[in-house]
């Protein structure tokens, strides 16, 4: 018979099944590893207190999502207020690389970053495969509108998608152009 987990244990039991998902989560909001580490660790001591307080663990992954987009707009607050822009500051990390054999990884990202907060925040979301429900009370908005934000979000993400691909059919070497036909 098993003796039920400690706080702690539990709080480590789903650190190793959400903890890269919603590491995943900031980082791709963030844009900067160490911040998104520290919003993970925010996360899950956050967690930790609940579970210690007899918190509910039903929904735990809706739960440690809100947590985090709470965490990530503090952290985009307190950035905007205390440090003023400048390009000594901006260490931006790119995302882990994945396979990507003909541009589209990468030109979805760049899409991606063209997108207004919000937008991208919705989308990632429910990359993550998050209810409307959980999207709603991560992000402070009415469940009866995300699927509308939600579908407007996809439609600029693709307008920005393809504004890159024809940037890029610009940009590309015209053979007539360099005397090669």
Known sequence: MNAPLT????AQEL??????????FAVALLRHHQDAEDV???????????????????NIRGWLFTVAAHALRDRQRRRVRWMPWSEH????V?????????????????????LQARDRLLLVLR????SYRDIAAATGIRVTSVGRLLARAVERCERAYA???ETDKSRAI?????GIL
């Open 7 to 10: 706080p702690a244990q539990a």
């Open 15 to 24: 650190f190793r099944q959400h903890g890269a998902a919603v590491y995943r």
């Open 40 to 58: 993970v660790q925010e996360t899950f001591l956050k967690l930790l207190r609940h579970l210690g307080a007899g918190g509910s663990t039903e």
């Open 89 to 92: 500051h901006e260490g931006i």
């Open 94 to 114: 790119g995302p882990p690389q994945l396979r990507d054999e003909d541009g589209r990884v990468s030109k979805l990202r760049d899409a991606l970053q063209r």
């Open 127 to 130: 990359s993550q495969d998050l």
């Open 163 to 165: 504004a890159g691909v």
């Open 174 to 178: 015209k053979p007539e152009r360099h």
